[in-house]
């Protein structure tokens, strides 16, 4: 894209709020707060925990053939073919954009002062990284921040690069992983299988319990959410996240993210820089080209995922979709909600709140959703389809909306984002927000 068409473009009109202020961020002195990003933020939040639950429910898990004597299995197949051209690997992308993002927004309201960014940034990775390993070593194996955390360091080398060299570094690391998984192929040394094999052998070490006289293993997904004691979840949620990284090192997940984060760089600075969201001709015409390239690479990876295809094969032909399908996706749906937030911003407003807690709101859904389906908890893992476990998704992301909303009417941020920032700052945050002073009109 040229930076010269973006340039040229008339501002948003003045009665179109793109920004708001009630959200100050201490102690960086510019207080604004881009609306688009907290509702980009509380639409992906919502799509991930669609995604989220499957594993989470353990409908994921259920053998093909006890899934086709549901009820809705018929409704369940369809949904869950939707789920995967259009919602599946998309908006876990969106959310990387939006930590890029958020890091060009940082470093631009600190002046590009490295002297000032560089140590509040680090201690911001290293606070995020206390969180998520406290969620995948104590919660859930599927946590996202602690990878986000490690990479996030690495940007800090990124920060001035021109825009051209982030778009081409873009490029380069998506494509990666087809030739991580080449060269593993190639060398027949699949390293990744290592840290399985290490999970394996320490469960088998830790087995627990005797069922019909054999001895049985905590460590497979379906016995392992069937655990009803806290303490035996939380010693085989040690060994978990083995499994965790074997599989991000076997799919490179580490090139995508990064190139995600340097993608969202280059938009943070088009959006702060040059007026981006005030350009509409150009946001219309990267949804179509997302749209153009993106749909039918999602049809065709979803027939491939669908259909029949070599299982030798199909690691690179995944990698190789991935990289065609899943990120121009991701950039037509941010596109879009430019669009509308840039034109209409009332209609998704409301979803505002649950993108200002959206790292509060993740870690709450897997701790409900755990409460709901595993054995500790209500038990129901295993026993809906995939169309019953996205309503819950539904009604569970309906309350956080809710109770986002009316914590916000009360507090400043959201209770781990106000952790967070305690432990970026190193000083105690105030999380109440000041009570208005009543007005005398008594003369």
């Keep these: 894209m040229k930076t010269s068409v973006l340039a040229d473009k008339k501002p948003a009109p003045a009665n179109i709020r793109l920004f708001t202020t009630d959200h100050p961020d201490i102690p960086v002195p510019n207080k604004e707060r881009i609306l688009f990003l907290d509702i980009l933020r509380g639409i992906a939040i919502f799509f991930i925990l669609s995604a989220n639950i499957q594993y989470l429910s353990g409908e994921y898990f259920i053998p093909e053939a006890q899934k086709a004597l549901l009820k809705t299995a018929s409704l369940d197949y369809v949904i869950e073919i939707l789920a995967f051209i259009f919602v599946d690997g998309k908006f876990y992308s969106v959310f990387s954009i939006l930590f890029g993002i958020g890091f060009a927004v940082q470093y631009q309201r600190m002046n590009k002062d490295d002297k000032v960014f560089v140590p509040l940034f680090r201690r911001r990775m290293l606070g995020l990284l206390i969180i998520g390993s406290t969620h995948l070593f104590l919660i859930w194996l599927g946590d996202i921040l602690t990878l986000y955390a490690l990479v996030g360091f690495t940007l800090i080398w990124f920060r001035k690069f021109s825009d051209k060299r982030l778009l081409i570094w873009t490029g380069i690391l998506l494509l990666m992983p087809v030739v991580h998984w080449l060269a593993m192929y190639l060398t027949d040394n699949f390293y990744p299988g290592y840290f399985f094999r290490l999970h394996d052998k320490l469960a088998s070490m830790a087995s627990t319990g005797i069922a019909d006289g054999q001895k049985i293993t905590r460590f497979s997904i379906p016995d392992y959410m069937a655990i009803t004691s806290i303490q035996e979840l939380l010693e085989v949620n040690l060994l978990m996240p083995l499994r965790r990284l074997g599989g991000i090192l076997w799919e490179g997940r580490l090139f995508k993210v990064l190139a995600l984060f340097l993608l969202g760089i280059w938009a943070g600075r088009q959006i702060l820089e040059r007026n981006m969201l005030s350009n509409t001709a150009l946001l219309k015409k990267t949804f179509l080209w997302g749209i153009v390239i993106g749909l039918p690479m999602n049809l065709l990876r ?126 105690r945050v105030k999380l109440w927000k000041p009570i208005p002073t009543k007005l005398d009109l008594t003369g």
């Design 302 to 427: 979803t027939w491939v995922e669908f259909g029949h295809f070599s299982a030798k094969l199909w690691p690179l032909a995944e990698f190789a979709l991935n990289a065609l399908a899943l990120t121009p996706m991701a950039v037509a749906y941010c596109a879009a909600v430019a669009i509308v937030v840039t034109h209409r911003p009332h209609w998704l407003g409301w979803l505002a709140p649950v993108g200002r807690t959206a790292l509060s709101n993740y870690l709450f859904q897997s701790l409900i959703c755990i409460f709901i389906f595993y054995g500790i908890g209500l038990g129901f893992g295993g026993t809906m389809g995939y169309s019953a476990v996205v309503l819950v998704a539904l009604v569970l992301f309906g309350w956080q909306v809710i109770f986002s909303t009316i914590w916000l009417n009360y507090f400043r941020f959201g209770p781990v984002e106000w952790l967070w920032r305690q432990l970026t700052y190193g000083k």
